[in-house]
């Protein structure tokens, strides 16, 4: 297997119950590395730019109000098949249906504040990276 980078992000839940640490444990213990980070506020253009892909859905209007309620902690982390680690350390979206030991089993709150976001695919990852930090921020 090749090592890939993905993009994750703390969300408004997991900052504002000091969770950075913690989950950034969770994190390096599954061996992946984290080559850029930085803790910001988004502005709910930030936030309708990044779910752009959402803009039609139910939900799109809530999902930009909560992603901009607090701060977020932005990363990129790498890894031997980061995307794929990444989303089995997370567990599933639902934190009900999440597996034990994983992210948002411990740490979410509910199906929305749960805690954290990771990119679903290369294609994506690369997008949500390049959407999110310049080149010189990432120090592999």
Not at 28 to 55: C, D, M, P, T
Request: with cysteine; aromatic share 8%; glycine share 6%.
């Amino acid at each position: 297997m090749a090592t890939q980078r993905t993009f994750s992000i703390l969300k408004p839940d997991a900052t504002r119950r000091n969770l950075t640490g913690a989950i950034n444990a969770k994190i390096e213990g599954a061996g992946l590395r984290i080559i850029a980070q930085k803790r910001v506020k988004w502005s709910k253009a930030n936030a309708e730019a990044f779910y752009a892909v959402h803009k039609e859905r139910p939900f799109f209007n809530d999902l930009v109000a909560f992603m901009t309620s607090g701060p977020i902690v932005m990363q990129v982390l790498e890894g031997e098949n980061a995307i794929a680690k990444y989303r089995e350390v997370m567990g599933a979206t639902n934190p009900a249906n999440a597996d034990a030991g994983t992210i948002r089993k411990e740490f979410a709150e509910s199906i929305e504040a749960n805690s954290v976001h990771g990119s679903d695919s290369a294609e994506n990852a690369a997008a949500e990276i390049a959407l999110c930090f310049k080149a010189e921020e990432i120090v592999g």
